[in-house]
């Protein structure tokens, strides 16, 4: 079926700690995963991808790691900015006659200075 | 400047009106989205339309009616409005179409619908 969750609602991290984000999916078919980053007021938008032959994936100051085994999505946030609060999403591509972003439900991220 | 653009930002209406959202892309790309997020964050697809062409079109109430005038516009129409429309309404855009995996999608800043 279709379902990517996240294992925490919220998260509350000190300025400059790294930040951790999980995602868990249920399709084992599943391909490509996007993670999004949703500040207040804004629509998402994308910060990382990575596809299903890859088991890390590293950007500016974060790192996207995939564990096909336990079909386990994460985030790391390294040295996190107040400007990294927001709502962050793992999202998955299913292929529907065309390609078909499934979200998950979201976490959180409070930085505290 | 804003690549994917929505109007209005905020809609207030009652129940059973009829009311328009406005998306436009300037970023020359051939498909745009349309997602509904509700009050606890969930975003999910409703439609999706490239080059003017319905692409999917997921379980919507058929008084939501998608119409794409040009590839750079679609504009999301709903009928006989209900409370359970309330959410931010999300529209999207992406280069390709929508046929490739990794085609990143652009968002706009979302109208915020509420039905008294």
């Known amino acids: 079926g279709e379902s990517v969750g996240l294992h925490l609602p919220t998260l509350s991290v000190q300025e400059g700690d790294n930040s951790i984000i999980n995602c868990a999916y249920s399709n084992s078919a599943s391909d490509y995963f996007i993670w999004y980053k949703q500040e207040s007021g804004k629509g998402p938008q994308f910060i990382i991808d990575?596809?299903?032959?890859?088991d890390k994936r590293q950007g500016q100051r974060v790192t996207v790691l995939l564990n096909k085994t336990v079909k386990h999505l994460s985030l790391q946030i390294a040295a996190t900015q107040p400007g990294d609060s927001a709502v962050y999403f793992c999202?998955?591509?299913?292929?529907?006659?065309?390609?078909?972003?499934?979200f998950g439900a979201g976490t959180r991220l409070f930085v505290k200075a | 400047d804003t690549a994917v653009s929505q109007t209005p930002k905020y809609l207030v209406t009652q129940m059973g009106n009829d009311k328009s959202i406005k998306c436009e892309q300037n970023l020359g790309h051939d498909t745009m989205y349309w997602y509904k997020q509700d009050s606890k964050k969930f975003l999910k697809i409703m439609f999706s339309y490239n080059n003017k062409e319905l692409i999917i079109n997921e379980t919507v109430p058929n008084r939501f009616s998608p119409k794409s005038p040009d590839k750079a516009h679609l504009n999301l129409h709903i009928n006989s409005l209900e409370l359970g429309d309330s959410a931010v309404y999300f529209c999207?855009?992406?280069?390709?179409?929508?046929?490739?995996?990794?085609?990143?999608?652009?968002f706009g800043p979302g109208t915020r619908l509420t039905v008294l």
């Open positions: 999202a998955e591509k299913e292929y529907v006659g065309g390609f078909k972003t499934i």
């Open positions: 990575i596809r299903s032959n890859m």
């Open positions: 999207a855009s992406s280069q390709d179409s929508g046929l490739a995996l990794r085609d990143t999608q652009y």
